[in-house]
Nanobody
Protein backbone atom coordinates (compact mmCIF):
# COMPACT_ATOMS: atom_id res chain seq x y z
CA UNK A 1 0.00 0.00 0.00
CA UNK A 2 1.22 3.49 -0.90
CA UNK A 3 -0.30 6.75 0.26
CA UNK A 4 0.45 9.91 -1.67
CA UNK A 5 0.17 13.55 -0.64
CA UNK A 6 0.71 16.33 -3.16
CA UNK A 7 1.67 19.87 -2.23
CA UNK A 8 2.94 23.05 -3.81
CA UNK A 9 -0.02 24.14 -5.84
CA UNK A 10 -1.10 27.77 -5.66
CA UNK A 11 -2.05 30.81 -7.71
CA UNK A 12 0.76 32.04 -9.97
CA UNK A 13 1.01 34.51 -12.82
CA UNK A 14 1.58 33.39 -16.38
CA UNK A 15 5.27 32.91 -17.05
CA UNK A 16 5.94 31.95 -13.46
CA UNK A 17 7.19 28.71 -11.96
CA UNK A 18 6.03 26.18 -9.39
CA UNK A 19 7.41 22.98 -7.97
CA UNK A 20 4.92 20.35 -6.94
CA UNK A 21 5.88 17.64 -4.48
CA UNK A 22 4.42 14.19 -3.96
CA UNK A 23 5.27 12.60 -0.63
CA UNK A 24 4.81 8.84 -0.55
CA UNK A 25 4.46 6.50 2.37
CA UNK A 26 5.13 2.81 2.10
CA UNK A 27 8.14 0.77 1.22
CA UNK A 28 7.45 0.18 -2.47
CA UNK A 29 7.80 3.74 -3.77
CA UNK A 30 11.48 3.49 -4.63
CA UNK A 31 11.04 0.44 -6.86
CA UNK A 32 8.11 1.53 -9.02
CA UNK A 33 7.23 4.20 -11.54
CA UNK A 34 5.30 7.35 -10.78
CA UNK A 35 3.42 9.87 -12.84
CA UNK A 36 1.77 13.26 -12.77
CA UNK A 37 -1.66 13.95 -14.23
CA UNK A 38 -3.96 16.93 -14.22
CA UNK A 39 -7.65 17.57 -14.54
CA UNK A 40 -9.24 20.86 -15.48
CA UNK A 41 -12.94 21.58 -14.83
CA UNK A 42 -15.14 19.78 -17.31
CA UNK A 43 -12.24 17.84 -18.79
CA UNK A 44 -10.87 14.36 -18.41
CA UNK A 45 -7.80 13.65 -16.38
CA UNK A 46 -4.77 13.87 -18.65
CA UNK A 47 -1.22 12.59 -18.55
CA UNK A 48 1.53 15.11 -17.90
CA UNK A 49 4.73 13.23 -17.12
CA UNK A 50 6.02 9.95 -15.74
CA UNK A 51 9.32 8.59 -14.53
CA UNK A 52 10.89 5.19 -13.99
CA UNK A 53 11.93 3.90 -10.61
CA UNK A 54 15.56 4.91 -11.15
CA UNK A 55 14.68 8.26 -12.67
CA UNK A 56 16.52 7.28 -15.82
CA UNK A 57 13.49 7.27 -18.12
CA UNK A 58 10.86 9.98 -18.31
CA UNK A 59 7.94 10.68 -20.61
CA UNK A 60 6.12 13.97 -21.15
CA UNK A 61 2.97 15.19 -22.78
CA UNK A 62 3.90 17.26 -25.81
CA UNK A 63 2.34 20.44 -24.46
CA UNK A 64 4.67 20.49 -21.42
CA UNK A 65 7.91 19.33 -23.00
CA UNK A 66 10.67 21.82 -22.36
CA UNK A 67 8.64 23.52 -19.62
CA UNK A 68 8.02 20.79 -17.03
CA UNK A 69 10.52 18.42 -15.47
CA UNK A 70 9.65 15.32 -13.47
CA UNK A 71 12.09 13.98 -10.91
CA UNK A 72 12.21 11.85 -7.80
CA UNK A 73 14.26 11.38 -4.67
CA UNK A 74 13.84 7.79 -3.56
CA UNK A 75 15.76 8.39 -0.35
CA UNK A 76 13.07 10.89 0.61
CA UNK A 77 10.17 8.93 -0.89
CA UNK A 78 9.23 12.06 -2.78
CA UNK A 79 8.49 12.90 -6.38
CA UNK A 80 8.56 16.35 -7.95
CA UNK A 81 7.18 18.24 -10.90
CA UNK A 82 9.04 21.44 -11.73
CA UNK A 83 6.83 23.66 -13.85
CA UNK A 84 8.28 26.67 -15.65
CA UNK A 85 6.83 29.16 -18.12
CA UNK A 86 3.36 28.45 -16.83
CA UNK A 87 0.37 29.29 -19.01
CA UNK A 88 -3.28 29.86 -18.12
CA UNK A 89 -4.13 26.59 -19.85
CA UNK A 90 -1.99 24.78 -17.25
CA UNK A 91 -4.66 25.59 -14.66
CA UNK A 92 -5.94 22.33 -13.19
CA UNK A 93 -5.84 20.03 -10.22
CA UNK A 94 -2.58 18.09 -10.38
CA UNK A 95 -2.37 14.52 -9.17
CA UNK A 96 0.56 12.22 -8.60
CA UNK A 97 0.21 8.49 -9.05
CA UNK A 98 2.31 5.42 -8.39
CA UNK A 99 2.24 1.99 -9.96
CA UNK A 100 2.06 -1.07 -7.74
CA UNK A 101 3.87 -3.22 -10.26
CA UNK A 102 5.75 -1.45 -13.02
CA UNK A 103 9.26 -0.07 -12.73
CA UNK A 104 9.10 1.65 -16.11
CA UNK A 105 6.76 4.61 -16.62
CA UNK A 106 3.42 4.66 -18.37
CA UNK A 107 1.05 7.27 -19.74
CA UNK A 108 -2.39 5.85 -19.06
CA UNK A 109 -4.38 6.48 -15.91
CA UNK A 110 -5.10 2.77 -15.68
CA UNK A 111 -1.38 2.07 -15.44
CA UNK A 112 -1.28 3.47 -11.91
CA UNK A 113 -2.74 2.01 -8.76
CA UNK A 114 -2.33 4.70 -6.12
CA UNK A 115 -3.36 8.33 -6.39
CA UNK A 116 -3.00 11.43 -4.27
CA UNK A 117 -5.82 13.81 -3.45
CA UNK A 118 -4.57 16.49 -5.82
CA UNK A 119 -3.25 20.03 -5.51
CA UNK A 120 -4.75 23.05 -7.27
CA UNK A 121 -2.61 25.04 -9.69
CA UNK A 122 -4.09 28.26 -11.00
CA UNK A 123 -2.26 30.36 -13.57
CA UNK A 124 -3.56 33.87 -14.09
CA UNK A 125 -3.11 35.76 -17.33
Amino acid sequence: QVQLVESGGRLVQAGGSLRLSCAASGRTFSSVSMGWFRQAPGKEREFIASISWTGGTAYYQDSVKGRFTISRDNAKNTGYLQMNSLKPEDTAVYYCAVSRTYAMPGRATGFYDYWGQGTQVTVSS
